[in-house]
């Protein structure tokens, strides 16, 4: 609203006196029209209707005379075609013609345009008053009698031309006005289509560096000086709203200003359309969006449009000294996803506002801070004289960074990963010693966050190694490259299998067989755990119920993992259900396996969702219990049926009685909570031999049998396979 009011004041006075200058200038013209009829639009198209001939031609002598355009009509089917292909200012109509009398046409006249819009006289015999009568009430603005009075017939047309051109100059001023304040922007522009003229204000002509009188009427003078590049962009949009594909017109681009550099435009606008739906008219605003161009709206700091138009003038003057010697800096904030979930929105856009301060206050006068977008921001360190110029910068930073945030009350913590690229003569476009930077800071989240790495080649194979791998997950997903294998879970009570935990494998063409730990983070990052974890679960399932119908006294079940962004996508509890009718596999069949950490890090809303899972009778389980952060409190309302304690613990039962106690506690508190332990990572007899004295109920591990394709596995399900205590069954 503020900047409504701003723009209104700036624009009142001269749009006001404008409006006032038209509406005085169409008012005095109609009265001159009436009082001297040689001031009578010379171009003015009349339309005579009238069967009989002899009436016609008359008519039109003493309308051509007086310099009017005119057309006739013989009937009122012909008179209604004509008025379809041209346009007429007025229409003398007869009410008497056969098949289609006046009264009729003058209804069909109505229907399409107002009596303002194109005026009406009817032509009638004096006898007939009723119909004059009938003829007013259906919109006819006059009528003339019987012979016709031409004199009069002539004044009574002047008048309603000249009532005519007086309410569309009114009606265009109205518009301009009305349009003005729809614009509520600096500059002001009105396009007459018809005449391909365009008002342009002067504060649109000042936003350019021109004066009033320096910029003419054309569409030209806004076109020409568009940059190129954004040329047939601005067209195309002002061409789909004039086709009313769009509300409104709105476009950014760039405009050549009087001192030869391009300013960035944000122009806006909307058509007038007549009774047909076709635009006449068009007016709207401009307005100059430089600034934010190259500003970032939150924090004040340059964006990357300016960034990276500094970067590239500090490359360029590189090339001309030797010693110049400058660094990048890819800046990320490491806990800001859990500052901005948290605490609200507002809370993070407040720390970035707090972090863009310190980072300011880091640098000097010469050197740049932008921030790209979210939490992440650059610096460009200029004229430094060596590396540990920037690595100092890079220790400072990371303290000021590590003191807390008091934002309205609440004190935040949070920490910085930093790449930092330095400039070399190999470099050609900023665009690479930012991705460079870029990639610096990745590996410095790799390797715990909180830290700094300075990029090097080795950083740049293992970027595009990753990038190759996405790429080809992504083609391993179209073409279906995966395989599921199965690791047996026995019964340490029994020694017999009670089910499989399913584990993808990624078959790939060249390489062979790709283990999970090398690409579900990528697939996880990319998303493409999505699709892959729910071909996963088809198989399993599928492969399952084939095993029951073939072995039906064997109670088997199957694992299936679930990552978070399984998790939590929307529609889970419907995906997973249509995927167990499709199958035909019993619910309680199927068990998912997710980490504490995952239901932990949104316990009321996971809690939730477990719950209708466990409403559809399927099994739940927490795997790697133990290495994430459970409370205890929320633990006891989940309703889980399993915990797997973590390969990690069991590998070093017998060997430090710390972990068997660990061991010893995690299946205390599972069997306090009712609920069933797998022991993961069994390697050894001595192992298994513990885990039966804690009362363990299940095991896996490479003691029973490695994860095998789905034939292997079914051999062991054929033979029985069976194990006894402290040893490997033959």
Known sequence: MQRFLTFWKSVYEHWTRRSNEDLHLGFMSANLMTIDPTLTAPHDSLLVVDDNETIRDVLCLHLRRKGYRVITAQDGRRALELMGKEDFDLVLLDIEMPEMNG????????????????????????????????????????????????????????????????????????????????????????WDLKADKLYYSPRWKSMLGYKENEIGNGPSEWFNRIHPEDIERVKTDLASHLKQMTPHYENEHRMLHKDGAYRWMLSRGIGVRGSDGKATRMAGSQTDITEGKVADALTGLPNRVLFMDRLGHAMERAKYSENHLFAVFFLDLDRFKVVNDSLAHLMGDQLLIATARRLKACLHSADTVARLGGDEFTILLEEIKQVSDATRLAERIQKELAMPFNLHGHEVFTTASIGIALSEPSYKRPEDLLRNADTAMYRAKALGKARYEVFDTAMRDRAIARLQLENDLRRAVERQEFRVHYQVIVSLATGQICGFEALVRWDHPTRGLVYPAEFIPVAEETGLIIPIGQWVLQEACRQTKQWQERYPDLPLMV???????????????????????????????????????????????????????????????????????????????????????????????????????IVRTIITLAHNLGVDVIAEGVETAQQLARLQELKCEYGQGYFFSHPAVGEVAEALIRMRQQWKMGQKAS
């Open 559 to 661: 694992c299936v993992n679930f990552s978070s962004k399984q998790f939590m996508q929307p529609g889970l509890v419907n995906q997973i259900n249509q995927v167990l009718e499709e199958t035909g596999l019993n619910a309680s069949s199927l068990k998912l396996e997710l980490t504490e950490s995952l239901i932990m890090d949104n316990a009321e809303s996971s809690c939730a969702l477990l719950q209708q899972l466990k409403e559809l009778d399927i099994r739940l389980g927490i795997d790697d219990f133990g290495t994430g952060y459970s409370s205890l409190s929320y633990l006891h309302y989940f309703p889980i049926d399993t915990l797997k304690i973590d390969r990690s613990f069991i590998k070093r039962i017998g060997v430090d009685e710390e972990n068997s106690e």
């Open 103 to 190: 009264l009729e046409v003058l209804q069909r006249i109505r229907q399409r345009y107002s009596a303002t819009e194109l005026p009406v006289v009817m032509v009638t015999a004096k006898s007939l008053s009723e119909e004059i009568v009938d003829a007013l009430e259906l919109g006819a603005n006059d009528y003339v009698t019987k012979p016709i009075d031409f004199p009069v017939a002539l004044a009574r047309i002047r008048t309603l031309l000249s009532h005519k051109r007086a309410k569309e100059a009114l009606r265009e001023s109205e518009e301009r006005y009305a349009l003005a304040v729809l614009g509520a922007n600096d500059g002001l522009w009105d």
